[in-house]
């Protein structure tokens, strides 16, 4: 084989690669180095560089330099020269590819960069960049004074290349275009979508004290990612309506949020609840049957009260927040899940962790983005919000106009204490609307004895009560004692509704009954 023919098997194997490259990449800072690296060692020069066009300041300069010599590459690199002179001036007029066998003692060649480098520039080819505004820049490659001429075929070689980097010039502009449009659209759409969230989900959440703002925004961070949220808060802080917010202002939206109350199931139910079983794995399991995780695939799980989680369930639900997947009970082989997981609890599980009582890896899992919920102590600006609110919501209830609250007994809501928190508070109010009639402004006798602080007896048989309340009416007089002793009951009782039925001789469904006809939550 020939020695041009060799070296034409060489150029064809470098184009190859590439355009090879050129179709894999679109990062500029990857590509022309590549290119301007290997024209260097096929075309025998001393060095090879891309000069880009500034047209704000009509400069010419070398954001990309190959060079046998990394001084001479370094110092070409920060090297700026006016577009309008120079052998690279010329092709930027001309937009034709130029050819010289000594640039040095050519009356168009600017010695500056030769200046600034130490280098003796005899032979020069230089191509055109060309892009759809026009030239775009040069691909140049030189020879040493005194070396051999460029061939034809080599300055054929550069132009190929130059067209190369010309298109990738253009699409990686094109893409950084693109890419900022889309990455201010992504702003724009999480702006958009937070706003939605803040309408749709966060919209029943009363609150514009400072701590709650920080709650807003910690749910709206918590909503943008898929992160194992925790909420923190003593009883009836919202806790739920929290977990909620951040499931229905984040990207699982659509999917089911599951809500499970780890202390209201018994230890041996409770791993085939979350998990499901295999027909057969216990007696009474008839059928196979999904778990809840299962259920909120797609979705959000909440597990409430996960500082009741047993000490033997935690590794199990460890292993589905470390391997995003469950084993049901009486079965082997794990299936996969997707499911976020929001937690609350009102204990302090760091506490629990220190007395062994809850693994601190499932801690750790659990809590990657703990939201602190404050009493209702701590936001009692909040309390007039609250109560507006749900006497709004009471009175819709209860199919019940309702003219508003007399300023005195606002005042008791403001000053009162409420260990109970906002669910106490929305309590006393659904309480007091119950009590109300029609067109009724609530004034201090639709109020608990606990707010009114009316001395003992007052309250506490109907028939004394009935007089200065709701009127002689037996029947309201009654509703009015079993409202209030239920409430009693409940508040006592931490809101647990089993435990209340059970303590007040009642069926679940008879309280749930009664709850509801009483607005008692
Ligand atoms: N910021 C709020 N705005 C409107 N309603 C609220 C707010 N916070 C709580 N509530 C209401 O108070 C009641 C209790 O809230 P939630 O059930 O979320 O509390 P919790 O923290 O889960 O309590 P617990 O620990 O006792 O389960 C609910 O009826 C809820 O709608
Ligand atoms: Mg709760």
């Known amino acids: ?94 937009g034709e590819p130029l050819r010289v066998s000594d640039a040095s003692s050519d009356p168009r060649f600017d010695d500056a960069a030769d200046r600034a480098t130490g280098f003796k520039t005899g032979p020069m080819i230089l191509a055109p960049l060309r892009s759809r505004q026009g030239i775009a820049g040069v691909l140049s490659a030189v020879r040493a004074m005194g070396a051999p001429d460029f061939s034809d075929d080599d300055l054929k070689m550069l132009v190929a290349m130059a067209s190369g980097v010309s298109v990738t010039i253009e699409n990686a502009r094109l893409y950084e275009a693109l890419r900022d449009r889309e990455e201010g659209l992504r702003a724009e759409v999480g702006a958009l979508r937070r706003d939605a969230a803040r309408r749709d989900g966060f919209d029943e959440i009363v609150g514009s004290a400072p701590a709650m703002r920080e709650v807003f925004s910690l749910m709206e961070s918590a909503a943008g ?57 216990f007696t009474g399991a008839t059928q196979d049957r999904k778990g809840l995780f299962e259920a909120a695939a797609g979705g959000t799980i909440f597990l409430d009260e996960i500082g009741e989680m047993p000490l033997s369930m935690q590794p199990k639900l460890l292993r589905v927040l470390q391997e995003n997947e469950i084993v049901p009970v009486g079965d082997t082989r794990p299936r996969p899940v997707d499911v976020r997981v929001i937690s609350a609890t009102n204990r302090d599980l760091e506490a629990e962790v220190e007395s062994d009582r809850m693994r601190a890896d499932l801690y750790y899992r ?118 209030r002793h239920i409430r009693s009951v409940l508040d006592a009782l931490g809101g647990n509704v089993s435990r209340a039925a059970e303590a007040l001789g009642l069926s679940r469904s008879m309280l749930q009954k009664k709850m509801k006809e009483y607005s008692l939550r």
């Open 1 to 94: 084989m020939s020695r041009q023919s060799l070296e034409n098997d060489g150029r064809l194997a470098l184009l190859y690669e590439v355009s090879l490259a050129f179709a894999a990449r679109t990062e500029l800072a990857e590509l022309i180095p590549l290119v301007i690296t290997k024209s260097r060692e096929v075309l025998d020069a001393a060095g090879s560089s891309v000069m880009l066009l500034d047209e704000n300041r009509n400069e010419l300069y070398f954001p990309f330099v190959a060079d046998s010599d990394p001084e001479t590459a370094s110092r070409l690199s920060g090297h700026r020269m006016p577009a309008s002179q120079g052998l690279g001036g010329d092709v930027i007029r001309t």
């Open 225 to 281: 990612s898929p992160i194992a949220v925790l909420v923190e808060g003593e009883t009836g802080t919202g806790k739920e309506l929290v977990a909620r917010g951040i499931h229905k202002a984040s990207a699982r939206a659509s999917g089911a949020f599951v809500a499970v109350n780890c202390a209201a199931l018994p230890e041996s139910l409770l791993e085939s609840e979350l998990f499901g079983h295999r027909k057969g794995a």
């Open 366 to 483: 659990l809590a990657g983005f703990p939201i602190q919920l404050p009493n209702l102590e701590e936001r009692r600006e909040d309390i007039p919000h609250f109560v507006a609110h749900f006497l709004d919501s009471a009175a819709a209830g209860h199919g019940r106009r309702i003219d508003g609250i007399e300023a005195e007994a606002l005042q008791l809501f403001v000053d009162a204490q409420w260990p109970g928190n906002v669910r106490q508070l929305q309590n006393e109010v659904e309480r007091s609307v119950a009590l109300a009639r029609e067109g009724d402004v609530i004034g201090l006798r639709h109020l608990s004895r606990r707010l009114t602080g009316a001395g003992a007896g007052a309250e506490s048989s109907p028939s004394v009560r009935a007089t200065d309340g709701p009127g002689h009416d037996l029947r309201e007089a009654r509703a009015l004692f079993e409202a």
